[in-house]
Structure formats: C-alpha cells, structure tokens
C-alpha cells in the first residue's frame, strides 16, 4: 500500500522553508527519501530508521516517528537547486514509493 | 566509478512488437530493482532481484512482462507483445543487500514509447 505524502505541491521563494510529510498505515523498517529533478533518475538523499532518528544534507533534514508510521523531510533556507519532486518509499513487508511532492524553488 | 547503467535510453516501437530493456547494475551490487513511472500512476515497483533470484514481482502487471537476470552485471525487461499503455519510463535501480538501510541507485532511464 502506497505511503501518503503531503502536500502535493509546493511553491517557494528562495530561502524559505518547506516541510513536506508522508505517511504509512503500516509498521515501517525505514524511510527511504529522493529527489528528481525533471527529467531525471531519482536520486538517493537519506534513509532513516526505526528509532527517531534525525539525519541531514546539506541544509535538508529528515525525522523518522515510527510510533506513528510518519517521517518528515525539512528543507531549509531552499535554494533554486532543491526544485525537483520528493518521494518517500517506505519498507515494511515491501517497499514501496509514494506519488510524491512537486517542489518549485522561485527566485 | 560507473553508475547503474540502462539501454536503450529511448526506444519507439509499433504496438505488438517485442520490447527488450537491459540494465547493468553497480558492479558489487546484490540487489536489482524495475520500476516504470507514469503522470497517472507514479513510481512502481515492478520486479526486484536479489543475488540474481526474483523475489518479489508482484509488481509485474501481466504476462506479457517478464524480467530476467542471468548473472549479476546484467537483467533485462521484456514486453511482448507491446501495448501503447506500455508507453512509461522505465528504471532500473542497484542497491547492495536489498532495500533494507540501504540506498537505491538509478540509472538513467529507458523511455519507452508504443505506437
């Protein structure tokens, strides 16, 4: 079953900050997140898993709730090369991407 | 060193002919992964292997599809008969150890397109 990621789309002017969220109905291994820029392959940014943990990139973080099945990726101060669309891809029995998050960084 | 390595990268073809998509995984990488994405459907998995075993391909929409690995730097896609619905870009991904805590590599994609 899909992960639910929200919101859908996001625009932003350089240097705001965004959070975006996503959200499973099962028990989670771990929290895979990507990005793509259109195009573009899907690149690997983090994984984080089962106990809270926090990781970063860059000035891009991510939280992992697994009481809650939910992870949340925070970009911070966003630049115009964070555009892109963001997936989350959950593993619980399977892995699994969720439709993702349009991210439009305008100057 | 090289990524994971796709080919073709674009392919157009007339409904019913036989597809074949090929992918060279990160040398060193045990584990293989299909995906095809679309506007209307997002990223799925199709098929992945691990140690040139299929485990999962529950993902593979139909008989008509079918994924092989012969040895551990080479797996192909195969479409046949082709449809138009078919039309999607299709990725392979390498991971070391399957998908557990560790990261899937893309490469560049196939862009398939059925007349």
């Known amino acids: 079953q899909q992960p639910v990621q929200s919101p859908q789309a996001v625009i932003l002017r350089e240097g705001e900050d965004a959070v975006i969220n996503c959200s499973s109905s099962?028990?989670?291994?771990?929290v895979h997140w990507y990005r793509q820029k259109h195009g573009e392959a899907p690149v690997f940014l983090m994984i984080?898993?089962?106990?809270?943990e926090q990781k970063g990139h860059e000035k891009i973080s991510a939280s992992f709730n697994e009481k809650k099945q939910q992870s949340s990726l925070y970009l911070t101060a966003s630049q115009l090369s964070y555009s892109g669309t963001y997936f989350c891809g959950t593993e619980s029995e399977d892995f699994v991407f969720g439709p993702g998050t349009r991210l439009s960084v305008l100057p | 060193d090289a990524g994971v390595i796709q080919s073709p990268r674009h392919e157009v073809t007339e409904m019913g002919q036989e597809v074949t998509l090929r992918c060279k995984p990160i040398s060193g990488h045990n584990s293989l992964f299909w995906y095809r994405q679309t506007m209307m459907r997002g990223l799925e998995l199709l098929i992945y292997?691990?140690?040139?075993?299929?485990?999962?391909d529950s993902g593979m929409p139909e008989d008509r599809f079918s994924a092989k690995m012969p040895n551990a730097s080479f797996s192909t896609l195969k479409i046949q008969p082709s449809e138009p619905r078919d039309s999607a870009v299709y990725f392979c991904?390498?991971?070391?150890?399957?998908?557990?805590?560790?990261?899937?590599?893309f490469g560049d994609g196939t862009r398939l397109s059925i007349l």
């Open positions: 292997f691990n140690n040139n075993v299929p485990i999962d």
């Open positions: 984080l898993l089962k106990g809270g």
């Open positions: 991904a390498s991971s070391w150890a399957g998908s557990s805590n560790q990261p899937q590599h």
């Open positions: 099962k028990a989670l291994y771990s």
